[in-house]
């Protein structure tokens, strides 16, 4: 059978004016545009809301959204569908689904990773947008074959990930990747490193796994006890007495900086005792893949949190990797609650949201402390700037019933 040719757009139609007012419609917020210059603070009687300096949307996610609209602009009469969520947030999803734009897969695009036949409704009339943390190989190399539109919205960041384990492969490094195995970005950095012939990749979660990665390397790790701990998130056929003798360490553009630099920190010292310092380049090599973004959004509530606020509010999708690790890092410092909209708020009582390292929303008691308050807010970089709007709005609204009961 010939093969359709791939036709492939990164750049979007040159519709840039056109998408703007709906864009502004349903995103902006002028409020947060007062706020910001105003300092980044707005008084409320006895309130105070501290924005964090940089929050929101970020340079990758406001592509994603542009490419999205830009193609339901330019081809209002076809099908046009996402691999599965364009970015990790709630309200923007559900406006391109109102715009007539079909999810191949409601959950995430690892589901069709792992069923390639969720593909088969494309056909060589249709679009197909790829969200912003990318997708498999094997996913991309199947759509190139229908011949459909591939409106790929990847982020420049991710794609940097990508040409860093594709060199740990090339030259014979095993990728060992700091990141949430089935987050989608993660299942696509490993299927650029499984698309060598010797490519392999271990994903370690966090320090404890990463230890468990050092003890091995230092013979201290039982081999069946590492395979058991590691078997669903390695290369196939990982074999940790060849594979673990040349490291390359990498990390989804999102995790928490710090912890992928001591987890760098951790693998480099191990390499270091086993195979000796003048041997270390041969046997490790590293670079941080944190992208600038979340960098940035990291470093703002680390300053946020440590200054005076009594409680900091994170806004964001509950699935959002970036979001969860602002609220990690507020709820060092100070009380933190992640919540994904305004109507988690529910009353100067009671707030819904999702503790730190939990999976489960709860429902949290006397959150908002009687008195002169300060409170800090930040965003996810998927989070549009109108959904924090909206949570402030409630915020002061759940605040002035306090002051007026008093
Ligand atoms: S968080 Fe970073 S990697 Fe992800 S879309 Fe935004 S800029 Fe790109």
Known sequence: MKEKKANINRIGFGLKKE????????????LIEQIRASNYELAAGDLTICLAREFGFCYGVDRAVDLAY????????????????IIHNQRVNSKLAEMGIK???????????????????????????????????????????KGCLLVDTTCGSVVAVWRQVERYAQEGFTALIHGKFNHE?????????TQYPKGKFIVVSGKKQAGKVCEY??????????????????????????????????????????????????IESAMKTRYGEKDLNRHFCHFETICRATQDRQDSILQLAGSRVDLIIVVGGYNSSNTGHL??????????????????????????????????????????????????????????????????????????????RK
Request: hydrophobic share 35%; with cysteine.
């Open 70 to 85: 830009e193609t339901r602009q330019r081809f209002p009469e076809k099908t046009i569908y996402l691999l599965s969520e």
């Open 327 to 404: 609220c990690k890092i507020s709820n060092e410092l100070c009380p933190a609650y992640h919540v994904q909209d305004a109507d988690e708020i529910i009353s100067k009582n009671e707030i819904r949201h999702k503790p730190v390292g939990e999976t489960e929303v709860v429902t949290g008691q006397n959150w908002l402390p009687e008195g002169k308050v300060r409170i800090g807010i930040t965003a996810g970089a998927s989070t549009p700037d109108r959904v924090t709007e909206e949570v402030i709005l409630r915020v002061i609204q759940c605040a002035k019933r306090q002051t007026r």
């Open 19 to 30: 998408i703007k007012p709906m864009l502004n419609e349903n995103y902006r917020s002028s």
């Open 103 to 145: 999810f191949l897969s409601e959950e995430e695009t690892s589901k069709i990773e792992k069923n390639l036949s969720l593909l088969d409704a494309v056909t060589h009339h249709d679009a197909v947008l790829v969200p912003a943390f990318g997708a498999s190989v094997e996913v991309m190399e199947r759509l190139r074959q």
């Open 185 to 193: 970005e993660t299942q696509a950095t490993c299927s650029r490193v």
């Open 217 to 266: 390397v230092l013979g201290q790790e039982d081999r069946k006890s590492f395979l058991d701990e590691f078997s669903k998130t390695s290369s196939s056929g990982f074999d940790p007495d060849r594979d673990l003798e040349r490291i390359g360490c990498a990390n989804q553009t999102t995790m928490l900086s710090g912890e992928s630099m001591e987890i760098a920190g951790m």
